[in-house]
């Protein structure tokens, strides 16, 4: 079984700075996605990005990107030019190929505060 | 385009009764999945429904939990005399189908509170 782990339950972040959020996860499969939701005090799923695992080019959604290592199981989502509306709780997720299998495994989160 | 809408919002109930969850997928999906959020928690995959037909229920637990998807209307997730422990947020999403490179996209769950 899939499993994903976010050991950091906090993070702060100034204002306009750039924060890292870690995540690892651990599969015998070759080819999966990688997911990151954010989930405001709304508690809206939204979703921010996603990794194909067979590209080797990290993903890129404006201020949000990935840092993809695949051979260590990392993923970790950086967010560059924070802003208040950041705040929130992420989760990273993992998502097997099969289509029979293809639920979403989710981490534990990490809360976001986002300093003004 | 009217996203996954869930209903209701919010559910109370006291133990022992019965709490019925609705999910309308979007427009075009016919694939399925239930997750549940406990406080402080990641989700935690229940159920993957397409309609007519339960394809995953590896995470539902086996007794007092049922879900569906029929041919018409909306997916239900069924919690019969419930306790305690199934105060949760639980959230619907959906995707076109089962293929891997097509993201879920979530409702904004019901909160279950049980007295």
């Known amino acids: 079984a899939q499993t994903v782990t976010q050991s950091q339950p906090e993070m702060s972040v100034q204002e306009a700075e750039t924060v890292t959020l870690s995540c690892t996860y651990d599969?015998?499969?070759?080819?999966?996605?990688l997911f990151w939701y954010k989930q405001p005090p709304s508690r809206q799923m939204i979703l921010v990005i996603r990794q194909e695992a067979y590209k080797q080019q990290n993903a890129t959604e404006n201020r949000f990107s990935v840092n993809f290592q695949k051979a260590a199981k990392s993923f970790s989502l950086k967010i560059s030019d924070s802003q208040l509306g950041d705040a929130a709780m992420y989760f990273c997720a993992y998502r097997s190929p099969t289509g029979a299998n293809s639920k979403l495994t989710f981490g534990k989160g990490i809360t976001l505060s986002v300093r003004p | 385009n009217a996203g996954v809408m869930q209903n209701p919002r919010h559910l109370v109930r006291r133990r022992g009764q019965e709490a019925r969850l609705r999910c309308s997928p979007m427009?075009?999906?016919?694939?399925v999945y239930w997750y549940r959020q406990l406080p402080e928690e990641g989700l935690k995959f229940m159920v993957y429904l397409q309609k007519e037909n339960i394809i995953d229920e590896s995470g539902m637990p086996k007794e007092r939990f049922s879900a569906e998807f029929p041919k018409e209307g909306p997916s239900i997730l069924r919690i019969q005399q419930v306790v305690r422990g199934d105060s949760a947020a639980y959230f619907c999403?959906?995707?076109?189908?089962?293929?891997?490179?097509?993201?879920?996209?979530f409702g904004d769950g019901t909160r279950l509170s049980i007295l």
């Open positions: 427009k075009g999906h016919s694939h």
């Open positions: 599969t015998s499969e070759s080819d999966y996605y």
């Open positions: 999403a959906s995707s076109p189908s089962g293929v891997l490179n097509q993201p879920q996209h």
